[in-house]
Structures are given as structure tokens and as C-alpha cells.
Nanobody, 125 residues
């Protein structure tokens, strides 16, 4: 059974930082697995934030977070991180971790096979 469990959300002032974690279990971790981060703000559609292929340095980011967010993996801990710096009020959303089995890019949420329950991030101005 695949499980993705996010943590690390919270309330932070604009300009601050947070690090989200996603612990994954039940997967065979290899370059075949793409891990993604998405977010959904109130009354908005879920949107792509970042992705990284397991055991790879290759990462992709939404334009809105480039230069501020960094996605990484810790293979030994089966964990994916999203380091968020220089946070803005518009980053306020529920953040979700997702896993996609297969190759190709992962900008669309429908391409992912497994999802975590989400963690809330609130950035105050």
C-alpha cells in the first residue's frame, strides 16, 4: 500500500521560510518514480509547484516559485522536501505531495497515481 504523508506546513510571515516534508512508503524508489508538489488555494484549481525524479538531480518548477523554492529527495529516508524561501501571501495554499509511476514530465495533476493528504501553508503580509 502506497502512502504519502506531508508535514511542515504552518503560519509564516511574508519573506519567511518553511520546509515541507513528504515521507513515502510502499513504493520501489527508482528513476521510474516522479515526485511532485502541487498546491491549491481557496476557490482555485490545484496547480503544479515542483517535481523531481527519484534518485535524480533533475527538478522542474512553476515559474511562480523559481528561485524561491527547492525540491529535493533523501533516498535513505524515503522523503521528498520542498524548501520554500521568500514566501509571499500568494503562496498561501494547501500543499500536496504526489507520486507518478512512469517517465515523462509531471506538470498535470491527473498524471499522478498517489497523493498525500496535504499540509496547509499560510503566509501573512
Amino acid at each position: 500500500q502506497v502512502q504519502l504523508v506531508e508535514s511542515g506546513g504552518g503560519l509564516v510571515q511574508a519573506g519567511g521560510s518553511l520546509r515541507l516534508s513528504c515521507v513515502a512508503s510502499g513504493l520501489t524508489f527508482s528513476r521510474y518514480v516522479l515526485m511532485g508538489w502541487f498546491r491549491q488555494a481557496p476557490e482555485k484549481e490545484r496547480e503544479f509547484v515542483a517535481s523531481i525524479r527519484w534518485s535524480s538531480m533533475r527538478a522542474d518548477y512553476a515559474d511562480s516559485v523559481k528561485g524561491r523554492f527547492t525540491v529535493s529527495t533523501d533516498d535513505a529516508k524515503n522523503t521528498v522536501y520542498l524548501q520554500m524561501n521568500s514566501l509571499k501571501p500568494e503562496d498561501t495554499a494547501d500543499y500536496f505531495c504526489a507520486a507518478r509511476l512512469g517517465y515523462g514530465m509531471g506538470y498535470v495533476d491527473s498524471g499522478y497515481d498517489y497523493w498525500g493528504q496535504g499540509t496547509q501553508v499560510t503566509v501573512s503580509s
